[in-house]
């Protein structure tokens, strides 16, 4: 157990639906961030937030849409997904976001778009 | 050219060896961190160092900071030791630079 949990673990969904992936973390940590882990590809950062407040956006489509309301709480809302989102969606969480902080990862969400 | 490149991608191993893990980044970097993820999809921080090297029970984590490289060393590796080792710079905007990860698997 890592201290950061993550709702569901699984999530299967149609193109047209709308969801949403949910990270806690209760380490009292400022940072937190999505990561999305394709098969056979290197984990890719999606977003950051530092303080509740996004300081870093990388070049995600709109149908992902983050959202930050407390430092404990993340959540990336899904909407008109593709089926080449399909892929293990993480969430960690640091201190700070500093260069020599540890980063903790939840178990994260294995996401399928029929 | 990646910017973060592990070896070997594979790696089979019988219960009680010695294992190295290398990696090898072109990107300037403050810290590195290495890894473990189970198959379950969860990731674990194992080490994370900006120079020399660190010990943790078997594990044990070397950097070389002028050479950009960086090893992972297990000692009498276990079966419960299968997992993907993730190699991971930090940039100079300080974000984690992700390498494609070791699949080591331990035969007993």
């Known amino acids: 157990e890592t201290g950061v949990t993550q709702t569901p673990r699984h999530l299967v969904m149609g193109m047209t639906n709308k969801k949403s992936l949910k990270c806690e973390q209760h380490l009292g940590h400022n940072a937190m961030y999505w990561y999305k882990q394709s098969a056979k590809k290197p984990l890719e950062l999606m977003f950051v937030?530092?303080?509740?407040?996004?300081?870093e956006n990388n070049s995600v489509p709109s149908r992902f849409s983050p959202e930050c309301p407390n430092s404990s709480h993340l959540f990336l809302h899904l909407h008109t997904l593709q089926p080449e989102d399909s892929a293990l969606y993480l969430c960690?969480?640091?201190?700070?976001?500093?260069?020599?902080?540890?980063?903790?990862f939840g178990p994260g969400t294995r996401l399928t778009v029929l | 050219k990646n910017e973060v490149e592990q070896s070997p991608q594979n790696l089979t191993a019988q219960e009680g060896e010695f294992i190295t893990i290398n990696c090898s980044y072109s990107v300037g970097i403050s810290a590195l961190h290495w890894l473990q993820q189970h198959p379950g999809g969860g990731i674990v921080s194992l080490f994370m160092l900006s120079s020399g090297k660190k010990k943790h029970g078997r594990l044990i984590a070397t950097i070389n900071i002028q050479e950009k490289h960086s090893s992972l060393h297990i000692t009498a590796s276990h079966p419960r030791d299968s997992a993907v080792y993730i190699c991971a710079p930090r940039g100079s905007q300080g974000n984690l630079i992700f390498g494609k990860g070791t699949k080591l698997s331990v035969k007993p």
């Open positions: 960690a969480s640091s201190l700070g976001q500093g260069a020599y902080n540890e980063q903790f």
């Open positions: 937030y530092s303080l509740e407040e996004r300081v």
